[in-house]
C-alpha cells in the first residue's frame, strides 16, 4: 500500500507564489513518476506537471515557466514551486505517484489552491 499526502496550498494573491509539497510513504519501486493535477470547479482534472525517478520533467503549457516541479527520491518527496500566480491557477491540486513496475498508481486527497484578484 502506497499513501500520497499533499501540503503547502493557501490563499494567496495574484502574482504570488506557493509551494505544494507530496510525500508518498509504503512499498513503492525505485523506478516511477510522480506527478501533479489539478482540478478546477466544473472541470476534468488536468495534469500541471511531472518528474520521473530520473529527474525528467514536464510542463503543462499554461504552467511553463511559471511553475517548476523537483524531488527528493531519498524522502519520496515532491515539490511544486509555483511562482506568478494566476486567478486561474485556483483549483485542487493532487498528487499522484505512478509505480513502473506494477503499473499502479495513487493519489493524495489533494491541497486547495486560492489565487485571488
Known amino acids: 500500500q502506497v499513501h500520497v499526502v499533499e501540503s503547502g496550498g493557501g490563499l494567496v494573491q495574484a502574482g504570488g507564489s506557493l509551494r505544494l509539497s507530496c510525500a508518498a510513504s509504503g512499498t513503492i519501486s525505485s523506478t516511477n513518476s510522480m506527478g501533479w493535477y489539478r482540478q478546477a470547479p466544473g472541470k476534468q482534472r488536468e495534469l500541471v506537471a511531472a518528474i520521473t525517478s530520473g529527474g525528467e520533467t514536464t510542463y503543462s503549457d499554461p504552467v511553463k515557466g511559471r511553475f517548476t516541479i523537483s524531488r527528493d527520491n531519498g524522502k519520496m518527496t515532491a515539490y511544486l514551486q509555483m511562482n506568478s500566480l494566476k486567478p486561474e491557477d485556483t483549483a485542487v491540486y493532487y498528487c499522484?505517484?505512478?509505480?513502473?513496475?506494477?503499473?499502479?498508481?495513487?493519489w493524495g486527497k489533494g491541497t486547495l489552491v486560492t489565487v485571488s484578484s
Open positions: 499522484n505517484i505512478q509505480l513502473w513496475v506494477s503499473a499502479l498508481n495513487y
